[in-house]
């Protein structure tokens, strides 16, 4: 992974990562504005892993084959930021 990628979390307000803490003490339920934002988080992830396969040439997945927002949600990083 390179450097770029590890420190990403450092680069988050603490501020927002109280606030982010404390909602999820709270146990806060999921709002439709909380999906959307995951989903995107999502894709976006989805979409930059295509870019690196081409980016290193590595032998298509059947070619890339494309997933369902459902398949992105089951996935382990959906299920973690569910």
Do not use: W
Request: hydrophobic share 35%; with cysteine.
């Amino acid at each position: 992974m390179s450097p770029k990628c590890e420190g990403a979390g450092k680069n988050v307000p603490r501020e927002a990562r109280n606030r982010l803490e404390l909602v999820t003490a709270r146990g806060a339920e999921m709002t439709p504005k909380h999906q959307e934002i995951i989903d995107a988080t999502l894709q976006a992830m989805y979409a930059r892993e295509r870019q690196c396969h081409r980016v290193l040439s590595l032998p298509p997945e059947e070619p890339f084959r494309r997933r369902s927002i459902e398949q992105l949600r089951a996935s382990l990083l959906g299920q973690k930021l569910l």
